[in-house]
Structure formats: C-alpha cells, structure tokens
C-alpha cells in the first residue's frame, strides 16, 4: 500500500512538473509575441517616417523659393531628425 501511495505521488510530481513547464512556455511564448508586436508596431512607426522625411526632402529639393543655403539648413534639420528617430529606435 504504501508502495503505492509512493508511486502515485511521484507520478503526481511528474504530472506537475510537465504543467508547470507547459505553463512557462505559455507564459514565454505570450511575451515574444508581444514583443513581436511591439516591433513590427515600431518599424511600421520608422516607416512612416522615413516617407515623411523623404517627401519633406523632395518638397525641399522640388521649391524655387529658397537659396541653397536654406535648403542646406533644412535638409541638416531633417538629418536630425532622422537620426534622432534611429537613436529612439536602438
């Protein structure tokens, strides 16, 4: 009897240790997949920007009104941005 009562309960232990393995791998699985949303949330977000930044640079280059200079000085503050954007993302 008491052979058997020792079985079972390491059967038992057994049982709760795949549950609890299961339970983490859950559990880890749930964050990498938040993870991965939070990333592709984030790239789309770059993406975004990265058109914004290229349309502003066309319109920039495209305009006859301002002086080289001030196409200079506006496509160094849209290189600012960009990477202050790159650093947010690293």
Known sequence: MQ????KLLIFLFFLA???YAKVLN????KLEEKRD???R?????ILGYKVII???????????????????EALSK???IEKSYKLKRN
């Open 17 to 19: 240790c795949i549950y």
């Open 54 to 72: 290229n349309e502003r640079r066309d319109k920039i280059k495209a305009s006859g009104d301002l002086s080289p200079e001030q196409i200079k």
């Open 78 to 80: 849209i290189d600012e």
């Open 26 to 29: 859950d559990k880890k699985r």
């Open 41 to 45: 949330n984030a790239n789309n977000t």
């Open 3 to 6: 052979q058997m009562i020792s």
């Open 37 to 39: 949303a939070e990333n």
